[in-house]
C-alpha cells in the first residue's frame, strides 16, 4: 500500500506563484510515472503533467511554460512549480503515481488532493 501526501496549496493572486508537493510513502515497489492531474467543479479530471522515472516529461497544453514538474527519485517526491497563474488554474490538484510490481504489473495511487484558488 502506498500513500501519497501533497502539500503546498493555496489562495494566491494572478500572475503568483505556487509549488506543490506529493511524497509516496508506505509499501514501495518502484515507481515509474508520477504525474499532476487537477479538477474544477464540474469539470472532469484533467491531465496537467507527467514524469517518467528516466526524466521524460509531458504538459497539457494549458500549462507549458508555465509549470515545470520535477521529482526527487530517492525521496519519491514529485513536485511541481506553478508561475504565472491564472484564475482558469483555479481547481483541485491531485498528484498520482505507478508503483511496479514487475514490467507488466502496477498499481496506480492518488493523493487526497490539493486545493489552489487564483484570484485577485
Known amino acids: 500500500q502506498v500513500q501519497l501526501v501533497e502539500s503546498g496549496g493555496g489562495l494566491v493572486q494572478p500572475g503568483g506563484s505556487l509549488r506543490l508537493s506529493c511524497a509516496a510513502s508506505?509499501?514501495?515497489?518502484?515507481?515509474?510515472?508520477m504525474g499532476w492531474y487537477r479538477q474544477a467543479p464540474g469539470e472532469q479530471r484533467e491531465l496537467v503533467a507527467t514524469?517518467?522515472?528516466?526524466?521524460?516529461?509531458e504538459y497539457a497544453d494549458s500549462v507549458k511554460g508555465r509549470f515545470t514538474i520535477s521529482r526527487d527519485n530517492a525521496k519519491n517526491t514529485v513536485y511541481l512549480q506553478m508561475s504565472s497563474l491564472k484564475p482558469e488554474d483555479t481547481a483541485v490538484y491531485y498528484c498520482?503515481?505507478?508503483?511496479?510490481?514487475?514490467?507488466?504489473?502496477?498499481?496506480?495511487?492518488w493523493g487526497q488532493g490539493t486545493q489552489v484558488t487564483v484570484s485577485s
Open positions: 498520482y503515481a505507478e508503483d511496479y510490481l514487475s514490467d507488466y504489473e502496477w498499481t496506480d495511487y
Open positions: 514524469i517518467t522515472n528516466g526524466g521524460s516529461t
Open positions: 508506505g509499501s514501495i515497489f518502484s515507481i515509474n510515472a
